[in-house]
C-alpha cells in the first residue's frame, strides 16, 4: 500500500493496521491499552501512530507507561443534583482503589492532551457519541459512558453502565395506572423531534390513549414550538449545543407547568423529564394555585438526595445515582487495569413511592 505522508491529517486505525501487518482490532486494543497485545507488536503500532500522527500529544504515548491514579469526569452540567450524586458515586468507588476523580464542566475534548488522567467518564450518551465519532479515535485513553437507553450512535468499543430510561417511563406509565391515571402527560425539556427516550417510551405508549390529541399532552420546551415569547429564546442555546455549560432544567419545569396551566387538559397526571425539572414544574404550580397531588400527579426520574427537601416528595422510578457512579468508576478502573470487562451494565430500576402521586383508586 502506499503509505500516507506525514502531513495527512485522515490516518486511519485501519491504515496502521495495515502497516503493522495485524488486524484493526489488535490496532484498537493497542491503542486504547484495553486487552492483550504481543509487547513487539504494540511498540509497532505505538510508533507507527506516532509517526502518522494519529496522537494529538506526547502525553497519550506517556499514559501507555506511567499511571496518574487520577481519572476525569466530563459533565457539562453540576446544578443537577443527578450528576453531583453521580459524582459523589465516583469519588467513593475510585478512593477504595487508590485513585482521585477530577471533574471538569467546561466540556472542551481537546484539552485532554494537556491533562494527566489515565481514563475518562462521560456524562452521558450524547457526549460518547459525539466523542467516539470526532475525538475517541485520536486519544489513546480508555474511556466509559454513563448511558440512558437514548437512541444515540455510540461506538461499541465505549463500555457503558445503563440506566434504561425508555423501560423506566414505561414503568412510571404502569405505576400511574394502577394508582388509577389513565390520562397521563409528559412534561421534558425538549421538543418531541428530539430522541430521548423518555419522550419516545411516552409517545409509543399514550399513542393509542391520545390519538390525534397526543401532542395536546406533551408539554416540550423549545422556543420554536411556542411562538414567539422572547424570554424562551435563551433555551435554544442549551438545547442546540451539547457542551454548554448547564442546562436549565428548573426554568424550564414553570415553563411546563404554564403550558400545564393554559392549555388545561383532563390529564390527571404528568411524568417529568427529571427531578431538578420537576422540582421547578411543582413550585409554579403551586404558586398557580395547582395543587400536587390533588389536582395533578407528577412522577420523575433519578431519585437524586434532593428528593425529601421539597414538598411534596417526588414518586421517582430510576435507580441510586451514587450507585451508578461507582458502578462507572469501578468499570474505568478495570478497564485501565486490563481487567475482563462487560461492554454493557444495566442497572435495575426501581420505583420509589413519594408524596407527589395521589391513589385515585380510592376516588372510584
Known amino acids: 500500500m502506499k503509505l500516507p505522508s506525514t502531513d495527512d491529517k485522515k490516518i486511519t486505525r485501519k491504515?496502521?493496521?495495515e502497516m503493522a501487518g495485524v488486524s484493526v482490532s489488535v490496532v484498537s486494543r493497542a491503542l486504547n491499552n484495553s486487552g492483550y497485545v504481543e509487547q513487539g507488536k504494540k511498540q509497532k503500532i505505538l510508533s507507527l501512530a506516532k509517526q502518522y500522527g494519529y496522537t494529538p500529544h506526547p502525553v497519550a504515548m506517556t499514559l501507555q507507561q506511567v499511571?496518574?491514579?487520577?481519572i476525569l469526569f466530563f459533565c457539562k452540567d453540576m446544578q443537577n443534583p443527578f450528576n453531583v450524586?453521580?459524582?459523589y458515586g465516583m469519588i467513593e468507588a475510585a478512593q477504595l482503589r487508590g485513585y482521585l476523580v477530577l471533574f471538569n464542566a467546561a466540556i472542551n475534548f481537546d484539552r485532554i492532551r494537556d491533562i494527566m488522567v489515565d481514563g475518562i467518564i462521560l456524562q452521558n450518551d450524547r457526549l460518547a457519541s459525539i466523542y467516539a465519532e470526532q475525538y475517541g479515535k485520536n486519544y489513546f485513553l480508555p474511556v466509559v459512558a454513563a448511558s440512558f437507553g437514548n437512541q444515540e450512535k455510540n461506538a461499541v468499543s465505549i463500555p457503558i453502565v445503563e440506566f434504561d430510561m425508555y423501560e423506566a417511563c414505561i414503568r412510571a406509565i404502569e405505576y400511574l395506572r394502577k394508582n388509577g391515571h389513565r390520562n397521563i402527560a409528559y412534561a421534558g425539556p425538549y421538543p418531541r423531534t428530539d430522541n430521548n427516550a423518555r419522550s419516545i417510551a411516552w409517545q409509543n405508549t399514550m399513542r393509542n390513549v391520545f390519538k390525534d390529541r397526543l401532542y395536546d399532552y406533551f408539554y416540550g420546551i423549545h422556543y420554536?414550538?411556542?411562538?414567539p415569547m422572547e424570554e424562551l429564546k435563551k433555551f435554544r442555546a442549551d438545547y442546540m449545543n451539547p457542551f454548554s455549560v448547564e442546562e436549565t432544567y428548573f426554568e424550564k419545569g414553570k415553563i411546563a407547568a404554564n403550558l400545564i396551566v393554559q392549555r388545561n387538559t383532563d390529564a390527571t397526571a404528568v411524568i417529568c423529564f427529571n427531578d431538578e425539572m420537576a422540582f421547578g414544574m411543582i413550585a409554579q404550580l403551586q404558586r398557580m394555585g395547582v395543587r400536587v397531588p390533588d389536582d395533578i400527579s407528577v412522577v420523575s426520574f433519578d431519585c437524586t438526595n434532593q428528593r425529601d427537601a421539597?414538598?411534596?416528595t417526588l414518586t421517582d422510578i430510576g435507580v441510586n445515582p451514587r450507585y451508578q457512579g461507582e458502578r462507572l468508576a469501578n468499570l474505568l478502573i478495570d478497564k485501565i487495569e486490563r481487567k475482563k470487562i462487560a461492554y454493557i451494565s444495566k442497572l435495575p430500576?426501581?420505583?420509589f413511592p413519594g408524596d407527589s402521586v395521589k391513589n385515585r383508586n380510592a376516588l372510584v
Do not use: F, N, T, W
Not at 499511571?67 to 487520577?70: D, K, L, M, T, Y
Not at 420554536?224 to 411562538?227: K, Q, T
Open 15 to 17: 491504515d496502521i493496521a
Open 67 to 70: 499511571r496518574s491514579r487520577q
Open 85 to 87: 450524586d453521580l459524582y
Open 224 to 227: 420554536s414550538e411556542l411562538g
Open 310 to 312: 421539597h414538598y411534596p
Open 349 to 351: 430500576i426501581k420505583v
